[in-house]
């Protein structure tokens, strides 16, 4: 068995032409070629390390688990200061379509050619907040290539949800929490309320009509990154679980086997 202290972190820089810019980002892996990998992106990746206690949860889960160490691919990218995060993590922002573009057209494409890994069992996002809003439009846009999405407190609008209408969800495996008190959240940005357990509501019943399997929980409060970092060994459990059958990817282009045809 591997033991955690295999899991080695790379520290890159990515430059986006859709964007304009150099973006940080972080790489933890074992250093061996991994087999069947479960790659996630975690977007605010530098928050979640510094301020989130990934790298304790982390290690927790690789400890009490050490199998994972074998599949583990994560993937922390970080959008730069407060105002460039808004600007691209919220649907209101000058370069959320460019964002979404960078990820989906020249970032995920990059990362996947250079992991060394022999098939990706499960790809998933990871975001807190807005991050967890451009989590959910990254994955609509593609639907088919994700098998999971962890979700805490995102801050997303009815644009964000409506998005998702008709669209097959059966694919995607959902973690989902956000405090009950978090309606009262003003944004520092844009000065808005967000009503972020009302939308949650409303993206929870949007998920479950679709069909994607959702693990969904409500807990006595706001909107806090001490409540995330709580609640990410949970969240990260979730993540670590045995795929389902039918997650057996190989690319950015497969698309899950048709249920009729396993059946």
Same mark, same amino acid.
């Given at each position: ?13 990515? +430059? ?21 990998? +479960? ?141 009950? +008190? ?82």
């Amino acid at each position: 068995m591997k033991e955690l202290n295999t899991l080695e972190k790379y520290n890159q820089t990515f +430059y986006s032409s859709h964007l304009q810019k150099t973006l940080n980002y972080m790489v933890l892996k074992t250093k061996e070629k991994i087999e069947d990998a +479960y790659v996630l992106y975690v977007q605010d990746g530098r928050d979640y390390w510094e301020l989130g206690g990934l790298e304790k949860a982390v290690q927790n889960l690789v400890r009490e688990n050490p199998e994972l160490a074998q599949h583990l691919v994560f993937v922390l990218i970080h959008p730069g200061d407060s105002m460039e995060r808004w600007e691209s993590f919220s649907r209101k922002g000058a370069s959320f379509q460019q964002y979404l573009r960078f990820m989906n057209e020249e970032f995920i494409p990059e990362i996947e050619r250079n992991i060394d890994v022999g098939k990706i069992r499960k790809r998933g996002l990871l975001g807190d907040s807005l991050a967890g809003n451009i989590s959910l439009n990254i994955a609509a846009e593609k639907p088919e290539i994700w098998t999971h999405l962890l979700l805490q407190s995102p801050a997303v609008s009815d644009e964000d949800i409506g998005q998702l209408e008709d669209v097959n969800l059966s694919g995607w495996d959902v973690y989902q929490s956000v405090g009950i +008190y978090e309606d009262e959240f003003v944004s520092s940005i844009s000065n808005e309320k967000l009503y972020i357990l009302t939308k949650n509501r409303q993206l929870h019943q949007t998920f479950l009509s679709n069909k994607a399997k959702v693990n969904y929980i409500e807990t006595k409060d706001e909107h806090l990154w001490k409540v995330w970092e709580r609640d990410l060994p949970a969240l990260l459990e979730f993540w670590g679980q045995v795929p389902r059958p039918n997650e057996n990817m190989v690319g950015l282009g497969a698309c899950p086997p048709d249920p009729a045809k396993e059946a």
